[in-house]
């Protein structure tokens, strides 16, 4: 593992970790919210074997600072694009989990000839994607830290973090109908993100498909990640359809 820091335009810096062998082919992983690159090292022992992988502390989040008064899809999108450009990388595979599966889609969108492939865990466009449950613990949780952020850095940080979760992605259907990459779309049996709303997605992405993990949940990449990346590895070695369960 390479460590490297990047700093960008506003003055933000932006850390990630590469594995692998240059030579092959590109991997992004894009972690989800409050987390950091560090959520995928159990997973990255089967992806390295394949790809040229990079792993994100996106901004505001593990290592990376965050220069602006929020984190915005926007930004992150611009971030991951510095250092495709910073690496010489022409286009790549992207896999995201949760928050990281929404700015990899945002990302596919500003940018679609630069993505080969994606798998998408439990994605969502809006609130309307996920079972209330989810905002009921969010909005009480971005209440909390605003209260303590004067007070504590950590609250501070994580309060900036929660928002990204109320924060539109403002995707339409033209902006997924542009995208042409492959892309696997995955939830868990009892996920948060609901079924019909990666149906939807499914069915406006060229080309898109889904799988669903048995007995699993909303953190299935955290409570067996090896279950999840041997299922998803195909789709990524191939860019096209997963093995059937």
């Given at each position: 593992?390479v ?18 062998d ?14 950091s ?6 997973q ?24 602006k ?12 694009d ?5 690496e ?49 613990v969010?909005?009480?949780?971005q ?31 033209r902006?997924?109908?542009r ?60 860019g ?6």
């Amino acid at each position: 593992m390479v460590t490297k820091t990047m700093v960008m335009p506003d003055g933000t810096k932006i850390v990630y970790d590469e594995y692998g062998d240059r030579q092959q082919e590109t991997l992004f992983l894009l972690h989800g919210n409050g987390s950091s690159a560090r959520y995928f090292r159990p997973q990255i022992v089967y992806y390295e074997q394949y790809f040229h992988v990079i792993a994100i502390d996106t901004r505001g989040h593990g290592r990376s600072s965050n220069s602006k008064r929020r984190i915005q899809f926007d930004d992150v999108v611009a971030d991951i694009d510095m250092i495709r450009q910073k690496e010489a990388i022409s286009c790549f595979g992207l896999l995201g989990y949760s928050d990281g599966a929404n700015i990899a889609m945002k990302y596919a969108t500003i940018h679609p000839t630069r993505v080969k492939k994606m798998v998408l865990n439990a994605p969502n466009l809006s609130k309307r994607g996920v079972y209330k449950i989810l905002w009921w613990v969010d909005s009480l949780a971005q209440y909390l830290t605003r209260l303590l952020a004067p007070f504590n850095h950590y609250a501070m940080r994580r309060n900036k973090q929660l928002h990204v979760m109320s924060e539109p992605l403002n995707i339409s259907r033209r902006d997924l109908e542009r995208v042409q990459a492959p892309t696997l779309l995955v939830i868990g049996q009892f996920d948060l993100v609901k079924k019909r709303h990666i149906e939807r997605i499914a069915a406006i992405l060229p080309h898109a498909e889904i799988m669903i993990i048995p007995r699993h949940s909303h953190f299935v990449t955290y409570t067996n990640p090896k279950k999840f990346s041997t299922m998803v590895l195909p789709f990524l070695r191939q860019g096209g359809r997963h093995e059937k369960i």
